[in-house]
Protein backbone atom coordinates (compact mmCIF):
# COMPACT_ATOMS: atom_id res chain seq x y z
CA UNK A 1 0.00 0.00 0.00
CA UNK A 2 0.82 3.64 -0.80
CA UNK A 3 2.36 5.99 2.04
CA UNK A 4 -0.51 8.55 2.41
CA UNK A 5 0.35 11.82 3.46
CA UNK A 6 -0.80 12.81 7.00
CA UNK A 7 -1.99 16.46 7.96
CA UNK A 8 -3.13 18.09 10.77
CA UNK A 9 -4.38 21.01 9.99
CA UNK A 10 -5.15 23.45 12.90
CA UNK A 11 -6.56 26.96 14.70
CA UNK A 12 -4.38 28.46 17.25
CA UNK A 13 -5.64 31.12 19.17
CA UNK A 14 -8.75 33.06 19.46
CA UNK A 15 -10.20 34.08 15.97
CA UNK A 16 -13.28 32.05 15.01
CA UNK A 17 -12.47 32.55 11.59
CA UNK A 18 -12.07 28.98 9.82
CA UNK A 19 -13.10 29.23 5.98
CA UNK A 20 -9.30 29.57 4.92
CA UNK A 21 -8.41 26.66 6.90
CA UNK A 22 -11.83 24.62 5.33
CA UNK A 23 -10.76 25.46 1.56
CA UNK A 24 -7.01 24.00 2.28
CA UNK A 25 -7.93 21.15 3.86
CA UNK A 26 -10.97 20.10 1.43
CA UNK A 27 -7.85 20.86 -1.08
CA UNK A 28 -5.42 18.50 0.65
CA UNK A 29 -8.33 15.86 1.11
CA UNK A 30 -9.04 16.33 -2.76
CA UNK A 31 -4.80 15.52 -3.49
CA UNK A 32 -5.27 12.44 -1.81
CA UNK A 33 -3.88 13.32 1.79
CA UNK A 34 -5.39 12.53 5.22
CA UNK A 35 -6.56 15.52 6.49
CA UNK A 36 -7.28 15.90 10.43
CA UNK A 37 -9.18 19.17 11.18
CA UNK A 38 -9.17 20.41 14.64
CA UNK A 39 -11.50 22.87 14.91
CA UNK A 40 -11.49 26.33 16.80
CA UNK A 41 -9.60 27.43 19.77
CA UNK A 42 -6.55 24.92 19.62
CA UNK A 43 -3.41 25.50 22.36
CA UNK A 44 -0.28 24.64 21.59
CA UNK A 45 -0.07 21.84 23.51
CA UNK A 46 -3.45 20.57 21.91
CA UNK A 47 -1.95 20.78 18.95
CA UNK A 48 1.46 19.22 18.98
CA UNK A 49 0.01 16.30 21.41
CA UNK A 50 -2.59 15.83 18.63
CA UNK A 51 0.13 15.71 16.11
CA UNK A 52 2.03 12.85 18.32
CA UNK A 53 -1.36 10.55 18.58
CA UNK A 54 -2.24 11.20 14.95
CA UNK A 55 1.36 11.00 13.75
CA UNK A 56 1.71 13.80 10.86
CA UNK A 57 3.39 14.36 8.34
CA UNK A 58 2.92 17.86 8.22
CA UNK A 59 1.21 20.68 10.67
CA UNK A 60 -0.72 23.34 8.56
CA UNK A 61 -1.56 26.78 11.10
CA UNK A 62 -4.01 28.80 10.48
CA UNK A 63 -4.36 32.18 12.71
CA UNK A 64 -6.03 35.70 11.49
CA UNK A 65 -5.79 37.12 14.93
CA UNK A 66 -2.37 38.40 14.96
CA UNK A 67 -0.60 36.37 17.64
CA UNK A 68 1.17 34.12 14.72
CA UNK A 69 4.55 35.16 16.45
CA UNK A 70 3.71 33.99 20.14
CA UNK A 71 1.51 30.56 18.98
CA UNK A 72 3.40 29.25 15.97
CA UNK A 73 6.64 29.98 17.25
CA UNK A 74 5.20 27.75 20.42
CA UNK A 75 3.96 24.79 18.58
CA UNK A 76 7.53 24.47 16.71
CA UNK A 77 9.51 24.82 20.04
CA UNK A 78 6.98 22.37 21.40
CA UNK A 79 7.33 20.21 18.67
CA UNK A 80 10.89 20.28 18.90
CA UNK A 81 10.53 19.93 22.26
CA UNK A 82 9.08 16.71 21.21
CA UNK A 83 11.57 14.96 19.12
CA UNK A 84 9.58 16.01 16.15
CA UNK A 85 11.55 17.53 14.13
CA UNK A 86 10.42 15.62 11.55
CA UNK A 87 7.22 17.01 10.95
CA UNK A 88 7.25 19.89 8.12
CA UNK A 89 5.10 22.87 9.85
CA UNK A 90 3.72 25.52 7.47
CA UNK A 91 1.38 28.57 8.29
CA UNK A 92 -1.64 31.11 6.70
CA UNK A 93 -3.79 33.39 7.43
CA UNK A 94 -3.56 37.22 8.00
CA UNK A 95 0.60 37.18 8.47
CA UNK A 96 2.65 40.35 7.63
CA UNK A 97 5.38 40.21 5.43
CA UNK A 98 7.81 41.61 7.78
CA UNK A 99 6.93 38.81 9.83
CA UNK A 100 7.50 35.76 7.37
CA UNK A 101 11.82 35.99 7.66
CA UNK A 102 11.26 35.37 11.28
CA UNK A 103 8.56 32.73 11.44
CA UNK A 104 10.91 30.71 8.71
CA UNK A 105 14.21 31.29 11.11
CA UNK A 106 12.08 29.99 14.08
CA UNK A 107 11.06 26.60 11.97
CA UNK A 108 7.91 27.41 9.97
CA UNK A 109 8.37 26.25 6.26
CA UNK A 110 6.55 28.37 4.73
CA UNK A 111 3.70 31.08 5.02
CA UNK A 112 0.82 31.30 2.42
CA UNK A 113 -1.37 34.58 2.24
CA UNK A 114 -4.68 35.10 1.29
CA UNK A 115 -4.81 35.10 -2.49
CA UNK A 116 -2.07 31.66 -2.31
CA UNK A 117 -3.33 28.94 -4.81
CA UNK A 118 -4.54 25.84 -3.06
CA UNK A 119 -2.34 23.83 -6.23
CA UNK A 120 0.83 25.78 -4.74
CA UNK A 121 0.03 24.57 -1.10
CA UNK A 122 -0.30 21.23 -2.46
CA UNK A 123 2.84 21.40 -4.15
CA UNK A 124 4.85 22.55 -1.51
CA UNK A 125 3.73 19.87 0.71
CA UNK A 126 4.40 16.85 -1.52
CA UNK A 127 8.00 18.47 -1.98
CA UNK A 128 9.15 18.99 1.45
CA UNK A 129 7.54 16.64 3.40
CA UNK A 130 10.53 14.98 5.65
CA UNK A 131 9.71 11.33 5.97
CA UNK B 1 11.86 -7.19 22.64
CA UNK B 2 12.06 -4.81 19.81
CA UNK B 3 12.55 -1.02 20.63
CA UNK B 4 9.30 0.20 18.94
CA UNK B 5 7.16 -2.88 20.34
CA UNK B 6 8.55 -2.28 24.01
CA UNK B 7 8.25 1.67 23.88
CA UNK B 8 4.02 1.00 23.01
CA UNK B 9 3.77 -1.58 25.71
CA UNK B 10 5.13 1.17 27.75
CA UNK B 11 2.57 3.43 26.46
CA UNK B 12 4.76 5.71 25.21
CA UNK B 13 2.00 7.96 22.69
CA UNK B 14 4.57 8.55 20.16
CA UNK B 15 5.49 5.17 19.35
CA UNK B 16 1.74 4.37 19.78
CA UNK B 17 1.03 6.71 16.94
CA UNK B 18 4.26 5.33 14.36
CA UNK B 19 3.20 2.03 14.93
CA UNK B 20 -0.38 2.60 14.05
CA UNK B 21 0.52 4.73 10.79
CA UNK B 22 3.38 1.35 10.12
CA UNK B 23 0.26 -1.18 10.01
CA UNK B 24 -2.00 1.16 8.29
CA UNK B 25 0.50 1.70 5.40
CA UNK B 26 1.36 -2.26 5.52
CA UNK B 27 5.12 -1.89 6.68
CA UNK B 28 7.01 -4.76 6.72
CA UNK B 29 8.79 -3.55 10.07
CA UNK B 30 5.43 -3.43 11.48
CA UNK B 31 4.65 -6.97 11.75
CA UNK B 32 7.57 -7.77 13.76
CA UNK B 33 6.70 -5.52 16.45
CA UNK B 34 2.84 -6.86 16.22
CA UNK B 35 4.11 -10.38 16.96
CA UNK B 36 5.84 -9.18 20.17
CA UNK B 37 3.19 -7.10 21.37
CA UNK B 38 -0.06 -9.64 21.14
CA UNK B 39 0.92 -11.43 24.34
CA UNK B 40 0.36 -8.19 26.16
CA UNK B 41 -3.00 -6.93 24.98
CA UNK B 42 -6.57 -9.04 25.42
CA UNK B 43 -6.99 -6.64 28.48
CA UNK B 44 -9.08 -3.93 27.21
CA UNK B 45 -12.69 -3.87 27.19
CA UNK B 46 -13.77 -2.77 23.70
CA UNK B 47 -16.85 -0.66 22.67
CA UNK B 48 -17.86 -0.24 19.21
CA UNK B 49 -20.22 2.63 18.49
CA UNK B 50 -22.07 3.07 15.11
CA UNK B 51 -25.19 4.53 13.77
CA UNK B 52 -26.52 6.97 11.24
CA UNK B 53 -24.07 9.88 10.55
CA UNK B 54 -24.95 13.49 12.11
CA UNK B 55 -26.52 10.97 15.29
CA UNK B 56 -23.78 12.15 17.27
CA UNK B 57 -21.70 9.45 17.91
CA UNK B 58 -18.03 11.63 18.45
CA UNK B 59 -19.72 14.15 21.04
CA UNK B 60 -21.51 10.55 22.59
CA UNK B 61 -17.82 8.80 22.23
CA UNK B 62 -16.39 12.41 24.22
CA UNK B 63 -18.87 12.45 27.24
CA UNK B 64 -17.61 8.17 27.51
CA UNK B 65 -14.37 8.61 27.62
CA UNK B 66 -15.41 11.66 30.49
CA UNK B 67 -16.81 9.08 32.54
CA UNK B 68 -14.33 6.18 31.89
CA UNK B 69 -11.68 8.99 32.98
CA UNK B 70 -13.52 9.52 36.14
CA UNK B 71 -13.47 5.87 37.10
CA UNK B 72 -9.29 6.30 36.79
CA UNK B 73 -9.61 3.88 33.75
CA UNK B 74 -7.54 4.71 30.36
CA UNK B 75 -9.13 5.62 27.34
CA UNK B 76 -8.15 4.89 23.53
CA UNK B 77 -10.37 6.16 20.31
CA UNK B 78 -10.30 5.48 17.21
CA UNK B 79 -12.43 7.46 15.29
CA UNK B 80 -12.95 6.00 11.24
CA UNK B 81 -14.37 8.90 8.86
CA UNK B 82 -14.74 7.71 5.16
CA UNK B 83 -11.79 7.85 2.26
CA UNK B 84 -12.72 8.99 -1.06
CA UNK B 85 -12.73 6.39 -3.82
CA UNK B 86 -11.78 9.29 -6.24
CA UNK B 87 -8.56 10.78 -4.43
CA UNK B 88 -7.64 8.48 -1.93
CA UNK B 89 -8.07 11.04 0.56
CA UNK B 90 -9.86 11.73 3.82
CA UNK B 91 -11.32 14.59 5.85
CA UNK B 92 -10.90 13.50 9.63
CA UNK B 93 -13.03 15.26 11.13
CA UNK B 94 -14.64 13.58 14.97
CA UNK B 95 -11.33 14.67 16.78
CA UNK B 96 -13.24 18.14 16.61
CA UNK B 97 -15.47 16.99 18.90
CA UNK B 98 -13.26 15.94 21.58
CA UNK B 99 -10.00 18.10 21.40
CA UNK B 100 -10.70 18.80 25.15
CA UNK B 101 -9.46 15.07 25.61
CA UNK B 102 -5.93 16.04 23.78
CA UNK B 103 -4.19 17.35 26.62
CA UNK B 104 -4.94 14.46 28.95
CA UNK B 105 -2.27 11.83 28.85
CA UNK B 106 -4.58 9.02 29.68
CA UNK B 107 -6.23 9.05 26.81
CA UNK B 108 -5.24 8.47 23.04
CA UNK B 109 -7.04 9.15 20.07
CA UNK B 110 -6.60 8.34 16.66
CA UNK B 111 -8.42 9.44 13.70
CA UNK B 112 -8.62 6.72 10.44
CA UNK B 113 -10.00 6.17 7.04
CA UNK B 114 -11.98 3.69 5.90
CA UNK B 115 -8.93 3.31 2.82
CA UNK B 116 -11.34 1.33 0.54
CA UNK B 117 -12.28 -0.70 3.31
CA UNK B 118 -16.76 -1.39 2.98
CA UNK B 119 -18.91 -2.51 6.19
CA UNK B 120 -18.27 1.11 8.31
CA UNK B 121 -14.31 0.02 9.64
CA UNK B 122 -10.88 -0.03 7.80
CA UNK B 123 -8.87 -3.45 7.41
CA UNK B 124 -5.85 -2.37 9.56
CA UNK B 125 -8.21 -1.95 12.40
CA UNK B 126 -7.90 -5.21 14.20
CA UNK B 127 -3.74 -4.05 14.57
CA UNK B 128 -4.81 -0.68 15.91
CA UNK B 129 -7.42 -2.13 18.47
CA UNK B 130 -4.47 -4.73 19.45
CA UNK B 131 -2.21 -1.43 19.89
CA UNK B 132 -4.28 0.64 22.14
CA UNK B 133 -4.78 -2.63 24.12
CA UNK B 134 -1.05 -3.64 24.64
CA UNK B 135 -0.49 0.01 24.92
CA UNK B 136 -2.43 -0.46 28.62
CA UNK B 137 -5.54 1.48 27.58
CA UNK B 138 -8.38 -0.01 29.65
CA UNK B 139 -11.20 0.87 27.30
CA UNK B 140 -10.90 1.16 23.77
CA UNK B 141 -14.10 3.43 21.97
CA UNK B 142 -14.46 2.55 18.43
CA UNK B 143 -16.36 4.98 16.15
CA UNK B 144 -17.72 3.38 13.25
CA UNK B 145 -18.09 5.77 10.06
CA UNK B 146 -21.77 6.82 9.81
CA UNK B 147 -23.60 3.82 8.55
CA UNK B 148 -26.81 2.95 6.47
CA UNK B 149 -28.53 -0.21 7.46
CA UNK B 150 -26.01 -2.99 6.20
CA UNK B 151 -22.46 -1.96 7.65
CA UNK B 152 -22.44 -4.20 10.99
CA UNK B 153 -18.93 -5.26 10.41
CA UNK B 154 -18.14 -3.53 13.79
CA UNK B 155 -19.59 -6.64 16.02
CA UNK B 156 -16.43 -8.40 14.47
CA UNK B 157 -14.36 -6.72 16.65
CA UNK B 158 -16.48 -5.38 19.64
CA UNK B 159 -17.22 -6.63 22.93
CA UNK B 160 -20.30 -4.60 23.01
CA UNK B 161 -21.77 -2.76 20.45
CA UNK B 162 -24.09 0.86 21.03
CA UNK B 163 -26.13 1.32 17.98
CA UNK B 164 -27.01 4.81 17.84
CA UNK B 165 -30.85 6.14 16.61
CA UNK B 166 -32.07 9.84 17.00
CA UNK B 167 -35.28 11.06 16.55
CA UNK B 168 -37.32 11.54 13.61
CA UNK B 169 -35.63 9.07 11.24
CA UNK B 170 -38.55 7.04 10.21
CA UNK B 171 -41.50 4.74 11.08
CA UNK B 172 -41.84 1.57 13.24
CA UNK B 173 -41.19 -0.72 10.34
CA UNK B 174 -37.63 0.55 9.67
CA UNK B 175 -36.84 -0.51 13.49
CA UNK B 176 -37.65 -4.06 12.20
CA UNK B 177 -35.91 -4.69 9.40
CA UNK B 178 -32.61 -6.65 9.50
CA UNK B 179 -29.29 -5.62 9.50
CA UNK B 180 -28.08 -2.49 12.16
CA UNK B 181 -30.70 -3.17 13.98
CA UNK B 182 -29.85 -6.24 15.31
CA UNK B 183 -26.33 -5.65 16.12
CA UNK B 184 -27.26 -3.49 19.12
CA UNK B 185 -26.27 -4.88 22.38
CA UNK B 186 -27.18 -1.14 23.94
CA UNK B 187 -30.15 1.02 21.95
CA UNK B 188 -28.64 4.84 22.41
CA UNK B 189 -31.35 6.94 21.63
CA UNK B 190 -29.05 10.13 21.03
CA UNK B 191 -30.27 13.84 20.51
CA UNK B 192 -32.99 13.11 23.64
CA UNK B 193 -32.88 16.91 24.38
CA UNK B 194 -35.22 17.03 21.09
CA UNK B 195 -38.76 16.70 20.25
CA UNK B 196 -39.56 12.78 18.98
CA UNK B 197 -37.92 10.87 21.76
CA UNK B 198 -40.12 9.05 23.26
CA UNK B 199 -41.73 7.94 20.35
CA UNK B 200 -38.41 6.69 19.17
CA UNK B 201 -37.97 4.97 22.73
CA UNK B 202 -41.31 3.28 21.92
CA UNK B 203 -40.66 2.07 18.93
CA UNK B 204 -37.57 0.33 19.46
CA UNK B 205 -39.43 -1.27 22.79
CA UNK B 206 -42.14 -2.89 20.35
CA UNK B 207 -39.16 -4.22 18.05
CA UNK B 208 -37.96 -5.94 20.72
CA UNK B 209 -41.48 -7.08 21.94
CA UNK B 210 -41.88 -8.59 18.75
CA UNK B 211 -38.79 -10.83 19.31
CA UNK B 212 -39.71 -14.86 20.13
CA UNK B 213 -36.73 -16.17 21.32
CA UNK B 214 -34.73 -13.95 23.43
CA UNK B 215 -31.86 -14.60 26.29
CA UNK B 216 -31.41 -10.89 27.09
CA UNK B 217 -34.04 -8.18 26.14
CA UNK B 218 -31.69 -5.01 24.90
CA UNK B 219 -31.69 -1.82 26.95
CA UNK B 220 -32.62 1.44 25.30
CA UNK B 221 -30.97 4.47 26.96
CA UNK B 222 -32.15 7.86 26.03
CA UNK B 223 -29.00 10.12 25.72
CA UNK B 224 -28.27 14.32 25.18
CA UNK B 225 -24.15 14.29 24.73
CA UNK B 226 -25.30 18.15 24.58
CA UNK B 227 -27.27 18.27 27.66
CA UNK B 228 -24.88 15.57 29.52
CA UNK B 229 -27.82 13.53 30.20
CA UNK B 230 -28.29 9.70 30.31
CA UNK B 231 -24.56 9.29 30.21
CA UNK B 232 -24.03 7.37 33.88
CA UNK B 233 -26.89 5.23 32.63
CA UNK B 234 -25.17 4.49 29.67
CA UNK B 235 -22.36 3.47 31.57
CA UNK B 236 -23.91 1.20 33.64
CA UNK B 237 -26.32 -0.91 30.80
CA UNK B 238 -22.79 -1.22 29.03
CA UNK B 239 -21.11 -2.65 32.22
CA UNK B 240 -24.06 -5.07 32.56
CA UNK B 241 -23.65 -6.18 29.16
CA UNK B 242 -19.89 -7.24 29.77
CA UNK B 243 -21.45 -8.62 33.31
CA UNK B 244 -23.61 -11.05 30.98
CA UNK B 245 -21.08 -11.29 28.22
CA UNK B 246 -18.37 -13.26 30.59
CA UNK B 247 -21.11 -14.81 32.75
CA UNK B 248 -22.57 -16.18 29.31
CA UNK B 249 -19.47 -17.03 27.19
CA UNK B 250 -20.54 -14.47 24.66
CA UNK B 251 -17.30 -12.78 25.33
CA UNK B 252 -15.44 -15.91 24.55
CA UNK B 253 -17.09 -16.75 21.67
CA UNK B 254 -16.56 -12.96 20.61
CA UNK B 255 -13.20 -12.59 21.10
CA UNK B 256 -12.61 -16.21 19.02
CA UNK B 257 -14.10 -14.87 16.26
CA UNK B 258 -12.45 -11.52 16.44
CA UNK B 259 -9.14 -13.65 16.53
CA UNK B 260 -10.51 -15.87 13.60
CA UNK B 261 -11.24 -12.49 11.98
CA UNK B 262 -8.28 -10.95 11.84
CA UNK B 263 -6.58 -14.47 11.24
CA UNK B 264 -8.57 -14.44 7.75
CA UNK B 265 -7.93 -11.36 7.11
CA UNK B 266 -3.94 -11.31 7.59
CA UNK B 267 -4.12 -14.66 5.16
CA UNK B 268 -5.96 -12.82 2.44
CA UNK B 269 -4.22 -9.88 2.77
CA UNK B 270 -0.86 -11.73 1.96
CA UNK B 271 -2.24 -14.10 -0.61
CA UNK B 272 -3.26 -10.89 -2.68
CA UNK B 273 0.00 -9.98 -2.03
CA UNK B 274 1.60 -13.23 -3.39
CA UNK B 275 -0.42 -13.47 -6.15
CA UNK B 276 -0.04 -9.72 -7.50
CA UNK B 277 3.34 -9.10 -6.37
CA UNK B 278 4.87 -12.10 -7.20
CA UNK B 279 6.59 -11.24 -10.19
CA UNK B 280 6.19 -15.51 -12.29
CA UNK B 281 2.59 -15.14 -10.98
CA UNK B 282 1.83 -11.18 -11.53
CA UNK B 283 2.21 -12.28 -15.17
CA UNK B 284 -0.05 -15.05 -15.64
CA UNK B 285 -2.38 -13.08 -13.89
CA UNK B 286 -1.81 -10.25 -16.62
CA UNK B 287 -2.23 -13.20 -19.43
CA UNK B 288 -5.39 -14.81 -17.91
CA UNK B 289 -6.98 -10.89 -18.12
CA UNK B 290 -6.08 -10.61 -21.33
CA UNK B 291 -7.21 -13.85 -22.70
CA UNK B 292 -10.51 -13.35 -20.61
CA UNK B 293 -11.44 -9.97 -22.36
CA UNK B 294 -10.89 -11.92 -25.66
CA UNK B 295 -12.98 -14.74 -24.78
CA UNK B 296 -10.38 -17.25 -25.32
CA UNK B 297 -10.87 -18.41 -21.40
CA UNK B 298 -13.49 -17.72 -18.52
CA UNK B 299 -12.57 -16.37 -15.38
CA UNK B 300 -13.41 -19.58 -13.52
CA UNK B 301 -10.90 -21.59 -15.39
CA UNK B 302 -8.27 -18.88 -15.32
CA UNK B 303 -8.51 -18.95 -11.57
CA UNK B 304 -8.10 -22.88 -11.61
CA UNK B 305 -5.46 -22.32 -13.82
CA UNK B 306 -3.77 -19.53 -11.31
CA UNK B 307 -4.28 -21.50 -8.17
CA UNK B 308 -2.87 -24.74 -9.63
CA UNK B 309 0.70 -22.70 -9.80
CA UNK B 310 0.12 -21.35 -6.61
CA UNK B 311 -0.27 -24.94 -4.85
CA UNK B 312 2.62 -26.39 -7.35
Do not use: W
Not at chain 1, 24 to 38: H, K, N, Q, T
Not at chain 2, 98 to 108: A, C, H, I, K, W
Amino acid sequence: MVKKIRVLVAKPGLDGHDRGAKIVARALRDAGMEVIYSGLHQTANQIVNTAIQEDVDVVGLSLLSGAHMTLFVDVVTMLKEKQMEDVLVVGGGIIPEEDVPRLKKAGVAAVFGPGTPVDDIVCFIKKNVKR
Amino acid sequence: MNDLASRVVNGDHRAIGRLITMVENDEPDAINAMKEIHSHAGNAQIIGVTGVMGGGKSSLIFELALAYRAEGKKVGIIAIDPTSPFSGGALLGDRIRMMDLSTDSGVFIRSMGTRGMIGGLTSSLYDVVEILDAAGMNIILIETVGVGQDEVDIVKIADTTLVIVVPGLGDAVQTIKAGLMEIADVFVVNKADQPGVEQTVAELESMLDLATHIERRTPIVATSAKEKKGIPLLVRKIAEHQEYAKKNKVFDVRRRQRYEAELIEIIKKRLMNFIFDEAKLKRKVDCCIDQISKKELDPYTAADEILGIMLK
